[in-house]
């Protein structure tokens, strides 16, 4: 769930820019000040009512206010904090965990990318580029750069130098895909096939230590409390 609240310049920059994205809008959860409900403005009749006509109950509007100066009154604030919570609670339990690979066409080369780095463990940029040319057929070099480069903004990944080459690893020890097999299939241990594949990363690529060791620690970081 992405949740907004749309009270400064910059959140409702982003609301504009999240609100026209139909893959973000559809977890995009809002909060508005209730003075903002029928003002005649852009942002309340661009985007936030491109919200309401998806779905109403995903816009929150509450009656806090603030000083001139932008920051909250908290006296305002006291009496819907609950509200509030409440309505993040609610959206946050109905949010799916998951979703349908077939469902999410422009989602799909980043879960490949992040996923083939994951499974390799630690990764240069020419074999990933092979490796995804292989199972995006129509990917090109500059999109995969390019996601690459989304990723490590968003803490997906990390690229770390060393030598003359580069190489990805991921920031977290967590698998993007569930996996199901057909019922003829003899071999269902997801977990076996995965390291078979990792092991053949190995045999094409010698990836240096100092790299795998930072691809362990930065896995197992993510699991400490």
Request: charged fraction near 25%; include cysteine; charge should be positive.
């Amino acid at each position: 769930m992405v949740l907004v609240i749309s009270e400064s310049p910059g959140s409702l920059a982003e609301l504009g820019a999240f609100a026209t994205n139909p893959t973000i809008r559809r977890s995009l959860r809002i909060l508005v000040q209730s003075n903002y409900e029928k003002a005649e403005s852009f942002v309340r009749f661009g985007p936030i009512e491109r919200m309401i006509k998806d779905a109403r109950v995903n816009v929150g509007f509450y009656p806090w206010r603030t000083h001139a100066s932008g920051r909250l009154v908290m006296r305002s604030a006291n009496p819907i904090c609950r509200d509030i919570e409440n309505f993040v609670k609610d959206h946050v339990a109905d949010t799916p965990a998951s979703f349908a690979w077939s469902s999410n066409d422009e989602l799909r080369s980043f879960f490949v990318i992040y996923w083939v780095i994951f499974v390799a463990f630690a990764i240069s940029p020419t074999l990933l580029q092979e490796c995804l040319h292989a199972i995006l057929q129509n990917v090109t070099n500059q999109e995969i750069r390019n996601r690459l480069f989304c990723m490590q903004l968003a803490g997906w990944i990390e690229r770390r130098s060393y030598g003359g080459r580069d190489y990805y690893f991921t920031l977290h020890d967590m698998d993007v895909f569930e996996y199901a097999f057909r019922p003829e299939t003899a071999d269902k241990d997801s977990g076996r096939r995965k390291i078979a594949v990792a092991a053949g990363f190995r045999k094409i690529e010698t990836v240096p230590g100092q790299i795998l060791t930072a691809a362990n620690t930065a896995r197992q970081a993510v699991l400490r409390p």
